[in-house]
């Protein structure tokens, strides 16, 4: 069946590191894929957008990479701040403009 | 306007009765999506419209809930006969044209809770 996983756990880490987030995808053949910023009570957010053909994007401390052969997606925040605690969510196009998200994982960043 | 609007931004019904949720996207977006996202779940893919073409409604989990589009911008949600399962937030999204690599905007939902 078509899954895409994130960890469920909350990620916690102290305020300066590098946050790392994982999406993994199985039996999809995305052509992009895209992450999300929601803060609670609202609605997501977009960030980055990557391409099937692309290895790596990034944007201020933000960095996306995406691996079709592993299946797999790897968002990174740099220097992190207690400012981006937030759920992340990673999102696939599966077809032309319909997009499938995972479930997201919280990041907390500790001062 | 400015961004995605939904209304209401809250709604408690009672079990059995019908619900509209209402989605004004953003003016010149030709594609517009309606997902639901239960407490701490992620989205749930529910509808999509594309211009003038047949909607995708695979998500669409019973023959309780429809949505249509008008003219190609306002669209609305219906419930009907709700059930306590339906309790969620209602996320409607556009893009400017729905095509590979376009950011869809989000509005802030419209919380339901059926009682």
């Known amino acids: 069946s078509q899954k895409i996983e994130q960890n469920s756990e909350a990620l916690n880490i102290q305020e300066g590191k590098t946050a790392t987030l994982t999406c993994n995808y199985t039996?999809?053949?995305?052509?992009?894929l895209q992450w999300y910023r929601q803060d609670p009570g609202r609605g997501p957010v977009f960030l980055l957008l990557i391409r099937e053909n692309e290895k790596e994007k990034r944007k201020e401390r933000l960095k996306v990479t995406f691996d079709t052969t592993l299946k797999q997606s790897l968002f990174h925040i740099t220097a992190s701040q207690p400012a981006d605690s937030a759920t992340y969510l990673c999102?696939?196009?599966?077809?032309?403009?319909?997009?499938?998200f995972g479930q997201g994982t919280t990041l907390q960043v500790k001062p | 306007g400015a961004g995605v609007s939904q209304s209401p931004s809250n709604k408690v019904t009672e079990k059995g009765k019908d619900v509209e949720l209402r989605c004004d996207p953003i003016?010149?977006?030709?594609?517009l999506y309606w997902y639901r996202q239960s407490l701490g779940q992620g989205l749930e893919f529910l509808i999509y419209?594309?211009?003038?073409?047949?909607?995708?409604k695979s998500g669409l989990p019973s023959d309780r809930f429809s949505a249509e589009r008008t003219g190609g911008s306002v669209s609305t949600l219906t419930i009907q006969r709700t059930q306590q399962e339906d309790s969620a937030v209602y996320l409607c999204?556009?893009?400017?044209?729905?095509?590979?690599?376009?950011?869809?905007?989000f509005g802030e939902g419209s919380w339901l809770t059926v009682v």
């Open positions: 999102a696939l196009a599966v077809n032309t403009g319909k997009l499938i």
């Open positions: 999204a556009s893009s400017a044209t729905g095509r590979s690599g376009n950011t869809i905007y």
């Open positions: 039996n999809y053949s995305p052509a992009y």
């Open positions: 419209f594309q211009g003038n073409s047949a909607p995708d």
């Open positions: 003016s010149g977006h030709t594609a």
